[in-house]
Nanobody, 117 residues
Framework: QVQLVESGGGLVQSGGSLRLSCVASGTIFSVYTMGWYRQAPGKQRELVGVVTRGDAAVYADSVKGRFTVSRDYAKNTVTLQMNNLNSEDTAVYFC???????????WGRGTQVTVSS
């Protein structure tokens, strides 16, 4: 059984930083991307940053230059370093793994990030 467990969310002031981590357990075949999405109240879930099968990082335009996503293949983890946070970054952040075979999405339960102005 696949499990994704996030950690590192919390409350931070505008301009501050947070680091999110996600550990994947279980057997996942043919991972295409591993990374982070977020969902703010009343809004749809959106991509934040993911690492592709080719080890490229893809970001939403709104976080480019501020967030860094990285993957540790040996530890089966993905992290999101978030700098210069602002109130628009307030959301629940979800770890995601997307597979090629079966086109499956695995999700963590999410971790709350709140940025106070």
């Amino acid at each position: 059984q696949v499990q994704l467990v996030e950690s590192g969310g919390g409350l931070v002031q505008s301009g501050g930083s947070l680091r999110l981590s996600c550990v994947a357990s279980g057997t996942i075949f043919s991972v295409y991307t591993m990374g982070w999405y977020r969902q703010a109240p009343g809004k749809q879930r959106e991509l934040v940053g993911v690492v592709t099968r080719g080890d490229a990082a893809v970001y939403a335009d709104s976080v480019k230059g501020r967030f860094t996503v990285s993957r540790d293949y040996a530890k089966n983890t993905v992290t999101l370093q978030m700098n210069n946070l602002n109130s628009e970054d307030t959301a629940v952040y979800f770890c995601n793994v997307h597979t090629i075979v079966g086109d499956v999405d695995y999700w963590g339960r999410g971790t709350q990030v709140t940025v106070s102005s």
